[in-house]
């Protein structure tokens, strides 16, 4: 099945340095990906879709210059977290649709990125 | 809108127990259905769907069939297993959601005692 990869899993950081998180497709194309934040204990949020080449649609109450994401190539979606503080301690998941399936509906999901912020 | 409900955790269960989680929609046109899994610190793993009433979705011994005149897709294992332990999200996506996004219940903890 298709394969999602998010780096790094874990990350520590300090308040107010900014932290990038990487999701890339390792064996299809996705022209569009999705970044969740979960908190714990909690069901996934949908922050913003990724769209390769365009500009990421952002959810309501999601800031969008405090959650930056670059969507560059057909296999790589970043998400940069800037002048990140303790509130924004979460674990992060990416999923990406495969392009070239009829299957608009599925998504394969990453292994998620845990943040720590002190 | 469209929106998932399913029943709030924790479940335990024994070892070889019967396992049922419920899962009602509410959705506009003809969504498809999911059950994903999420093992201790670990991302989501789609654990099965079914796109279409009637259908039913089976993996590693559990099924749910979608029911669309209940708007439900329960979750069942006959005999749950300690590997079992983890969070189950019923999901749904549909075409008028914006562009497919899919909507995630909240979630469902179940422990699995040997």
């Known amino acids: 099945g298709a394969v999602v990869s998010q780096h790094p899993s874990r990350v520590i950081c300090k308040s107010g340095t900014s932290v990038k998180i990487e999701c890339r497709s390792l064996?299809?194309?996705?022209?569009?990906m999705f970044w969740y934040r979960q908190f714990p204990k909690k069901s996934l949020m949908l922050m913003a879709t990724?769209?390769?080449?365009?500009?990421?649609?952002?959810e309501q109450g999601v800031e969008k210059d405090k959650f930056l994401i670059n969507h560059a190539s057909l296999t790589l979606s970043t998400l940069t977290v800037t002048s990140a503080h303790p509130e924004d301690s979460s674990f992060y998941i990416c999923s990406a649709r495969d392009s070239r399936t009829g299957q608009q509906n599925e998504q394969f999901f990453g292994p998620g990125t845990r943040l720590t912020v002190l | 809108g469209n929106s998932v409900t399913q029943m709030e955790g924790p479940v335990t269960l024994s070892e070889e127990a019967f396992l049922t989680i419920n899962c009602t929609y509410t959705?506009?046109?003809?969504?498809?259905l999911f059950w994903y899994v999420q093992y201790p610190g670990e991302g989501l793993q789609l654990l099965l769907k079914?796109?279409?009433?009637?259908d039913k979705g089976s993996n590693k011994g559990f099924e749910a069939t979608y029911r669309k005149e209940t708007t439900s897709f329960h979750l069942e294992k006959g005999s749950v297993q300690v590997s079992d332990s983890a969070v189950y999200f019923c999901?749904?996506?549909?075409?008028?959601?914006?562009?497919?996004?899919?909507?995630f219940g909240a979630g469902t903890r179940l422990f699995v005692k040997a």
């Open positions: 079914a796109t279409k009433a009637d």
């Open positions: 999901a749904l996506s549909a075409p008028n959601t914006g562009g497919f996004k899919t909507i």
């Open positions: 990724s769209n390769e080449g365009s500009k990421a649609t952002y």
């Open positions: 959705a506009t046109g003809y969504p498809s």
């Open positions: 064996d299809f194309q996705a022209t569009t």
